[in-house]
């Protein structure tokens, strides 16, 4: 079954706000779907608009799971590495 991975794009560049694609969290997004692929994980990326977290952002969710707060590529790298784990059953 496809996991999914929810990755907030939002952007609020007149509220004054912070946001997560301020933060980097679209450039993560792409950079989640070249490691994806080159894992042949069945994975989906899905960009979604705000959780309600976003002075804490960027905010990546694995759907039905934790959330993981102030995203780098070295957190998601960790969250793919598990995911690669439970893949290989
Ligand atoms: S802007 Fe990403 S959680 Fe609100």
Do not use: Y
Not at 19 to 38: P, T, V
């Amino acid at each position: 079954m496809t996991k999914e991975l929810l990755v907030c794009v939002n952007f609020r560049p007149f509220s004054g706000q912070p946001s997560c694609a301020l933060r980097g969290s679209r450039e993560l997004a792409d950079w989640l779907e070249r490691e994806i692929e080159c894992r042949s994980l069945d994975v989906s990326v899905e960009r979604i608009v705000c959780f309600g977290h976003c002075s804490i952002g960027p905010n990546v969710k694995v759907k039905g799971s934790d959330f993981v707060h102030e995203a780098t590529r070295e957190k998601l790298t960790a969250v793919l590495d598990d995911l690669t784990a439970s893949s290989a059953g």
